[in-house]
């Protein structure tokens, strides 16, 4: 919407070498986050379940 | 926000930081005000029809969990380290191409839901009317389509801004949904009685104890896949996986379970219900109870209409010719049109097959989220080409075949296929083993495998989809070094003149 050719590859161009740029500095989960999520996420449900099927 | 960041997050390329201006209260209020629209009074509904009060609440909280770990993997890393939408985050498993399939699942979908949004907006508006006399009950279904039709209005409205409106309202609704599942619990409890709910049995149930408990175990791993579109459209205007994380999980899954919750308690009381309680309200709370909370489930589904829409929209916009020739509003409005015509044609077949809309997302979403969680994590080394995100053409690492990753779409037929032989999502009929394994876990595990395998044997060999730059972790390794002597190589100059995604 205004914008030409060229000014729309000078701005995807732009904005992915921002993008990698950002995505080098973002530090992944670590391993306790993921124990973290393993918990929440299939330990404690699996709980849930047990207690839910003797009630 | 400035208008260049504007023009990002209103385009499907990848968000760059200065985009991404959601913290973790934000994004939680937009997870959570997407989480508690009020489908989850009906999804609540439905597993009163096999389950009493105890043990449906374990197995929708179990439920909604599990589903969101399956989301999580699937789209929660990629999308805020790329800052990439669904339809982005899958063309490393389908192609450039291929991932056009994902944007039509998610663009059917988004209208489903949406749809019944905005349909439960003008049930309710007409109960208002109904119940105060201003229209008699003959007037019913054309008040429903009347008032969804205005809501589709507001929401194109809404959305001119893009998705700070989301951002700046979606808590509002949040909370006001809370108060009115807590409020409709406790008319619940003060009307029909603690004693009572928790003995009221399942309307429908069927001989086995365990089919009943698994599938109502499943009609909320369903509902949390049902935000896989969603989740990316959302995250992906936070920073990092750390802002999303929390957030993302309790926002998204406890919000959903317990507003379902109501819903089964709301089921159990009234089963001719079906947990909506736009049935139900002007009953149970009285004519000016019952019209203020009437009010609040009009305001909430127009939140949660937005960021279906939203996330429809910016799908929309991964199409070449859609990025290139229309604007924001007018995407959005192309977004809005099918919802228009359902509420318009079919608002009571849609309303009333909810259920199929539910197992639908379950065969579509979890193979899905199976075969990008082993992509990201085992192959990718959580390692993408940003170029190839955007970029088409064969010097692309995602172009594959012809645009196409044939061991995706392999993936995805055996989930699909393992996901229907299980259950059937139209009749809820089932084969063993589903009453021990339920239908979309093996489903996520059986996509995850396939592609496991056929990946291995068959597309890294080929020199295929960019593997042997995210395996070496050269992040400087361009995709020009990863095509095939058999693949054309265009001139650097023309390529980026004719591959601009």
């Not at chain 2, 389908?94 to 059917?108: A, H």
């Not at chain 2, 998705?163 to 949904?177: E, F, H, W, Y």
């Not at chain 2, 379950?362 to 959580?382: E, K, N, S, T």
Request: hydrophobic letters at 50%.
């Amino acid at each position: 919407m205004g914008q030409t050719h060229v000014g729309v590859e000078h701005e995807l161009d732009r904005r992915i070498e921002l993008v990698e740029r950002a995505a080098r500095d973002v530090e992944p989960l670590g391993a306790a986050a993921y124990v973290q999520l393993v918990l929440v996420t299939i330990a404690v449900p699996a709980l849930m379940l047990i207690v839910g099927w003797n009630l | 926000m400035s208008a260049q960041a504007q023009s990002g997050v209103e385009h499907s390329w990848p968000a760059i930081p200065a985009e991404r201006t959601w913290g973790r209260l934000a994004l939680f209020g937009v997870s959570v005000s997407t989480a508690i629209a009020t489908w989850c009074f009906v999804i609540g509904g439905y597993v009163s029809y096999y389950l009493p009060a105890g043990m449906g609440t374990l197995a929708m909280v179990a439920g909604g969990l599990v589903g969101i770990l399956m989301i999580f993997l699937a789209a929660i890393p990629v999308a805020t380290k790329y800052g990439v939408d669904a339809i982005g985050s899958i063309k490393p498993q389908l192609g450039e191409r291929g991932s056009y399939l994902t944007l039509i699942l998610v663009y059917f979908t988004t209208i489903g839901w949406n749809t019944v949004l905005l349909i439960f907006l003008g049930r309710a508006a007409a109960e208002i009317l109904i119940a105060t006399g201003v229209f008699g009950e003959g007037a019913r279904d054309a008040l429903i389509v009347a008032f969804g039709l205005a809501g589709v209005a507001i929401v194109w409205f809404l959305l001119r801004k893009g998705p700070d409106t989301m951002r700046n309202v979606g808590p509002l609704i949040a909370v006001s949904v809370l108060i009115l599942g807590v409020w409709i619990f406790y008319l619940l409890v003060k009307d029909v009685g603690w004693s009572k709910l928790i003995h009221a049995q399942p309307s429908a149930a069927s001989d086995s104890k365990l089919w009943n408990y698994t599938t109502g175990f499943e009609l909320l791993v369903v509902s949390a896949l049902s935000w896989w579109p969603y989740t990316a459209g959302m995250v992906r205007n936070a920073r990092s996986p750390r802002t999303a994380f929390w957030p993302a999980i309790i926002g998204l899954s406890l919000p959903l379970s317990i507003v379902s919750v109501i819903g089964l308690f709301s089921g159990l009381a009234f089963p001719d219900s079906g947990g909506d309680p736009t049935v139900f309200l002007v009953k149970l709370g009285g004519l000016g109870t019952g019209v203020i909370a009437l009010l609040f489930i009009a305001l909430a589904n127009i939140g949660t209409a937005m960021v279906g829409v939203y996330v429809a929209s910016i799908g929309l916009r991964q199409i070449p010719a859609v990025q290139r020739t229309m604007g924001w509003h007018a995407t959005v409005a192309v977004a809005l049109l099918p919802v228009a015509a359902a509420i318009l044609f079919a608002s009571g077949y849609v309303f009333d097959n909810i259920g199929t809309l539910l197992a639908f997302m379950g065969v579509l979403f979890a193979p899905i989220c199976g075969m990008q969680a082993v992509d990201y994590f085992v192959f990718r080394r959580q390692r993408l080409d940003v170029a190839g995100l955007v970029h088409h053409g064969p010097s692309q690492p995602y172009h594959f075949w012809h645009g196409f990753n044939p061991v995706g779409f392999v993936a995805l037929g055996v989930g699909f296929a393992t996901y229907l032989y299980l259950l059937d999502p139209v009749n809820y009929t089932s084969r063993s083993p589903y009453q021990y394994v339920s239908a979309s876990i093996p489903s996520f595990v059986a996509s995850a495998l396939v592609y496991w395998v056929l990946t291995r044997l068959v597309v890294i060999p080929a020199g295929r989809g960019g593997y042997a730059a995210s395996r070496s972790g050269d992040r400087g390794l361009r995709a020009q070094d990863t095509v095939p002597a058999s693949e054309p190589r265009p001139e650097p100059a023309l390529a980026r003149a004719t591959e601009r995604g």
